[in-house]
Structures are given as C-alpha cells and as structure tokens.
C-alpha cells in the first residue's frame, strides 16, 4: 500500500474506488472522459454504492463510488463504515483528494480507512487451506506525505488481525506451548525482551492461582512476559487472559462450543505489542499472559479447594468455571512486582458481563476515575464502545469464606461481571492504578470469528498516556 501523487487518471491500471460526499461533484476528467453526467447517475445516499464500468475508457474496469453522506457529519465511525464497504479481490486505488474536512485530517482519514479495510477484508483460515490474501489498495492524493499515516494504518490493522488469526485457531494448534512460541516469534521481530516462565518456574514462585486452574491439563501453564522499552517513564503492563480452552472444569459447561476464544485477551496482548512496538509508540509497557488450559482429570482442582496465590492471598474454590480471575490475579501480582504502575487487563472473564451488555459494549472497570475517564474518552475516539460497571466493597462481601481470605465466586446469579472485577480488585495494590476489560461478549462473533475488541483503543490510550 502506498500512495499517488499528481496521477493522471488515464494511466491508472487499477480499479478506482471513490468515496464520495453529498455535496460533491466527482472528478471532471472522469465525467469528460466516459461523456457522461454520473452526478445524476450515482446515488449519494450514505453508504450507498454505485459502481460504473468505463468500457475501455480507461485502463482499469471499474469505479465504485462509496457515499460518505453530508460532509459536515462525517466522523472517523463515518470512513470505518465506508471502508466495510469496499469489496475487492484486485489490487485497487482509493481516491482521496477532496475527503479532507475541517474536522478531520487526511492523515486521520487515510490511517482510518487502512485500518478498516484491513479489519474488515480478514478471514480465518480454513485449516489444510492457504491463508486468504487481502487485496492491497494504494491512495491517491497530491498534497501531504501520508507515508506515516498509511504506516500505521497498516500496522493497526495488521496488529488487530494478527490477534484474531491467534484468537482463531483451534485449540488442538494454538495451546499454551503454541502461544509461548508466538510471543517468542513476535519477541524477535520486533526486538523486544521476552520472559517465559514454565511450571517449574511458577511452582518455585508459588502461583498457585495459575497452577491450581492448570493441574486438569496434561500441557503445563506458562507465564508469558513481552518487554517493550521506548519511552522515559515507568512501566505500564498489559494483561491478557490466555485460556487456550475452557471447559468449566468439575463445574462443567453445559455447551463449551466457542470456548476456543477464552484467550482471546493473551491474543490481544500480542496484538497490542505488535502495534507499539510496529509504530514505535514513545512508551513502556510489559506484555504479561498467563497460559493454560482448563481441562478434568483425576488430579484437577475441584470445588471446595483451597489455594494460594502468588500475592499470598487464600482463595477458596466456589466453581471451577471461574478460572481467568485466577490465572489473572497471579498475572496481576506479577506485573506489580516488575514495577508496573497502572494495570489493563483484557478477558473473557464472564458470561454476566454478556447478560447485562450483550456483544455491543465492553464492560470497564477501574480502581481510579480520572484513569477511567482518560481510557473512555480515547475509546469513544477509537470508535468502540464500553461501558462502565462499578465496583463496591459490598460485592466483594459476597466473597467471603470460612475456609480462606475469600471465595473466587458467588456461586449463583447476581452482579457477576462486578463480583469477578472486585475479586481481581483485591490484587491490586493501592498506589496502582488499574482497568479490567470484560470482553466475554465482544471478543468474538459468538463463537465464530475473533473480533480484536479494544485492542485499538488499548494501543492509542498507551500513546497518548
């Protein structure tokens, strides 16, 4: 993908894509050129699409016109929708040059529509089938050098599906060994520090919140840790929940179809890191997944257990369903103990959040409101949508045991999403300032296809904080 300058359109050999406002009379050398009024012809509705063949007038096919609506309405939401609408498996060119508005910038127009396209033009692999290829599309416009702009579009786009394909992949190919070896191959490429630590390594440090959730599965639990250094301050720290495969455990699931995705928050955490580290963002940040799957066997963790975690905190076992806190509350204490200073964590933690947002709205939570407010206002910038869900010290008094410091669950219906985020809550330390993303209802398509949800507004709230 690069971009044109000063082009005359006779000499372009690829297909034209023309998004195009109200208000907007197209380019006259393509009317002089076909001798024909298309202003009358195409229909300028939003969103609605009208493509015209040019007979040989030209030396490509077609030109498909893309209606961005009024000019004066048109948002960053406007070209990511314009950009799903673009359907094609030949390289193309979009043509740019009189997008740009007094509210948005063609660098903010160009990396937007990129990324979109990219987004949206993503399959998943059919296993024993060649990966699909997305069909490049360059840019034509005259004036800035969009260089940087169709660099990171590119990237975030790239990043985004690159966490879905993970997401993707059955569980038999992507287990906790497998993700292992992802971080290490992303690790490489782009020059950044990786810690595995492996059972051995876990049971020496007593993470028995992570070892306790693993011990049903015949692969071991990892604790996967990404350093990325670009920045003056002090670390921040991504959190991904990476259960390759969830079946409930002894609290088993009545139908786990579509529990391949329960890592998707490990997934994101890749993605995530690709992005800062592909776009050079001026920061630093550890990349922290906790791996396993949740599986039963003769020496599985069962209800009325009892563990320690890595903070040294007792936790009664109330459903073994109720694993990714566990694994996250190791994965938490972990990033503290680097020296992170302000948490996101990122999981598919429970089926609540889904029954009081739907697929729609990511449910946030945090420990502090002028964090909280910075993160959603660079999610309404990113175009994706969360919601926050409170916590309270009387949710966190439904946790209380007999048995140990508190339970990992209510153990019947009720304010799940809050019960779970105040659990994770206990793990966080007072001068820590902390997000949890529920993403168990956007995470994917209901049970088919990975989303990439919020990794976007992760990647811009780090670069901008």
């Known amino acids: 993908m690069e971009q044109i300058k000063n082009i005359d359109l006779k000499s372009l050999d690829k297909n034209l894509i023309y998004p195009i406002y109200l208000e907007q009379e197209i380019n006259v050398q393509i009317t002089d050129t076909l001798n024909c009024n298309l202003n009358s012809i195409i229909n300028k509705e939003y969103l609605k699409t009208t493509t015209i063949h040019t007979l040989n007038n030209f030396n490509f096919d077609t030109i498909t016109f893309?209606?961005?609506?009024?000019?004066?309405?048109?948002?960053?939401?406007?070209?990511?929708?314009?950009?799903?609408?673009?359907?094609?498996?030949?390289?193309?060119v979009i043509y740019l040059e009189e997008i740009e508005t007094s509210k948005l910038d063609i660098n903010t127009i160009t990396?937007?529509?990129?990324?979109?396209?990219?987004?949206?033009?993503?399959?998943?692999?059919?296993?024993g089938h060649e990966p699909h290829k997305i069909?490049?599309?360059?840019?034509?416009?005259?004036?800035?050098?969009?260089?940087?702009?169709?660099n990171k579009g590119i990237n975030l786009g790239n990043g985004i599906n690159y966490a879905r394909k993970i997401s993707d992949l059955p569980s038999n190919l992507m287990t906790p060994y497998d993700l292992v070896k992802e971080a290490k191959k992303l690790a490489q490429q782009y020059n950044m520090e990786c810690t595995i630590l492996d059972k051995d390594d876990l049971e020496k440090m007593n993470a028995g919140g992570i070892l306790s959730v693993n011990k049903g599965s015949d692969i071991p639990a990892y604790l996967i840790c990404l350093k990325y250094t670009n920045g003056t301050g002090p670390y921040s720290?991504?959190?991904?929940?990476?259960?390759?495969?969830?079946?409930?455990?002894?609290?088993?699931?009545?139908?786990?179809?579509?529990?391949?995705?329960?890592?998707?928050?490990?997934?994101?955490?890749?993605?995530?890191?690709?992005?800062?580290?592909?776009?050079?963002?001026?920061?630093?940040?550890?990349?922290?997944?906790?791996?396993?799957?949740?599986?039963?066997?003769?020496?599985?963790?069962k209800p009325q257990d009892v563990i320690t975690t890595l903070a040294k905190k007792t936790v009664e076992i109330v459903s073994t369903d109720a694993e990714g806190r566990l694994i996250l509350?190791?994965?938490?204490?972990y990033a503290?103990?680097?020296g992170a200073t302000k948490l996101i964590d990122l999981a598919t933690l429970t089926g609540a959040c889904v029954a009081a947002l739907g697929d729609l709205y990511t449910g946030v939570f945090s420990n502090d409101d002028d964090f909280y407010e910075k993160f959603a206002q660079c999610a309404k910038q990113s175009d994706e949508k969360a919601w926050r869900l409170p916590i309270a010290k009387e949710y966190f008094d439904k946790l209380k045991s007999n048995s140990a410091d508190f339970k990992n669950s209510v153990g019947k219906p009720g304010a799940g999403a809050s019960v779970a985020a105040n659990f994770l809550a206990a793990f966080v330390n007072d001068d820590v300032k902390w997000i949890h993303l529920d993403i168990a209802g956007t995470?994917?398509?209901?049970?088919?296809?990975?989303?990439?949800?919020?990794?976007?507004?992760v990647v811009n709230f780090i670069a901008a904080n």
């Open 66 to 92: 893309i209606s961005l609506g009024s000019k004066d309405k048109v948002t960053t939401q406007t070209i990511r929708d314009v950009a799903k609408k673009i359907k094609t498996d030949k390289p193309s």
């Open 111 to 127: 990396t937007t529509f990129i990324e979109s396209y990219l987004i949206e033009a993503y399959q998943e692999q059919k296993i």
């Open 135 to 150: 069909s490049p599309i360059d840019i034509i416009y005259s004036q800035n050098d969009l260089k940087e702009a169709i």
């Open 237 to 301: 720290a991504v959190i991904g929940k990476g259960i390759t495969f969830d079946s409930g455990g002894y609290n088993i699931k009545k139908n786990s179809y579509g529990m391949k995705y329960d890592m998707c928050g490990g997934a994101d955490v890749l993605g995530i890191m690709q992005i800062l580290a592909a776009n050079q963002v001026k920061a630093n940040v550890y990349g922290i997944i906790p791996t396993t799957e949740n599986l039963i066997n003769g020496g599985a963790y």
């Open 329 to 333: 509350a190791d994965a938490i204490t």
């Open 336 to 338: 503290q103990q680097l």
């Open 443 to 457: 995470a994917d398509n209901d049970g088919t296809g990975a989303t990439g949800a919020m990794i976007r507004s």
